[in-house]
């Protein structure tokens, strides 16, 4: 009887082991609700970082853009000539403006139809982006460019004339615009039997602001300057 005794003291209760697999199970309950916890809370740090360091860059980007200026490289300087209406553009009439003037002559064999072609892929893209800018093509070779050669060779290029005029007029009066004021080559004197046509001139397009500064120069031929001019015309 002793030893019968001291055996059931020995061996627990089914009701001790019900709580004590009771607590067992409320145990690895909490740890695995503390785990779970720590995992979501993990999750959501690395999300918030992930989120943070893929708006940063644009948004220092941004500051930068708005805190920078685009540079003043000169003033464009009166001048007056007529389009390819024969009517009177000068630097008054376009004063309030903003726009991109490119360099050309229609009788040019090489790089003119090209920067026309830029031109006319501009104008399309801004009808987009930039609806107010204004297109203006000074001729190089006005001798020859007159106002009827002008909108012929604009209706080559399908040219919408609403924004974009072609200027010609007094050979000084050009040479002077290009050289004093936009700062760009002019040399030559044309040639049909010379390979450049005789005449040497710059191929950049220049952006130009509502008070005639010259804001940016922008290669022709380059594809991500032509992106380029386009935001930077938006800013002014």
Known sequence: MASEAVASQRTPSALGILVWAF???????????????????????????????LV???????????????????????????????????ADTLRGKVWVADFFFTRCPTICPRITRRMRALQIAAARQVPALSLIS????????????LRSYAQRFDADLKTW?????????????VVDGFKLALDGKPDPGAENGGIIHGSHLVLVDRTLAIRGYY???????????????ARL
């Open 219 to 233: 290669r022709s031929d380059d594809d991500e300057d032509m992106t380029r001019i386009l935001e930077d015309a």
């Open 165 to 177: 005029s072609f200027l010609t007029g007094d050979l000084e009066v050009v040479k002077r615009t």
């Open 138 to 149: 000074f001729s190089v070779d006005p001798e020859n460019d007159s106002p009827p050669v």
């Open 56 to 90: 940063l860059p644009s948004a220092v980007t941004g500051c930068k853009r708005g805190a920078d200026p685009l540079p003043k490289l000169g003033q464009v300087g009166a001048f007056s000539l007529v389009n390819q209406d024969a009517t009177s553009v000068s």
């Open 23 to 53: 607590r067992l199970w409320a145990f690895r309950l909490w740890a695995l609700r503390l785990w779970a916890l720590r995992l979501w809370a993990l999750r959501t740090r690395a999300i918030r970082i992930s989120a943070l360091l």
